[in-house]
């Protein structure tokens, strides 16, 4: 079971940051992923990281602004984000899965979501 925390309120042009728990598991040999969904809105894709390599994967919307890292040590998977604006308001979630890339369809195990609200 993962566990995301972490979400918030915050202003425009903050920071806030993400984290992402495996419950009785470790991410050994998995990808790690976030995704967010905003009301009337798909589902969409916001970072990913290879546990064993630390291989990361961002889209453009995001590039530059958050950054996805692990910590061996925690057995967590953390988000950090930047430069929040407006449009980055969403639900957050964490996902685990065995092959690498952006589609939610190839994350197996998913989180509960965190509320992330950014304010003018």
């Known amino acids: 079971q993962l566990q995301a925390s972490g979400g918030g309120l915050v202003q425009a042009g903050g920071s806030l940051r993400l984290s992402c728990a495996a419950s009785?598991?470790?991410?050994?040999?998995?990808?790690v992923g976030w995704f967010r969904q905003a009301p009337g809105k798909e589902r969409e894709f916001v970072a990913a990281?290879?546990?064993?390599?630390?291989?990361?994967l961002y889209p453009d919307s995001v590039k530059g602004r958050f950054t996805i890292s692990r910590d061996n040590a925690m057995n967590t998977v953390d988000l950090q984000m930047n430069s929040l604006k407006l449009e980055d308001t969403a639900v957050y979630y964490c996902?685990?899965?065995?092959?690498?890339?952006?589609?939610?369809?190839?994350?197996?195990?998913w989180g509960q979501g965190t509320q992330v609200t950014v304010s003018s």
């Open positions: 996902a685990a899965g065995r092959v690498r890339g952006s589609g939610p369809e190839r994350y197996s195990d």
């Open positions: 009785g598991r470790t991410f050994t040999n998995k990808y």
């Open positions: 990281i290879a546990w064993n390599t630390g291989r990361t």
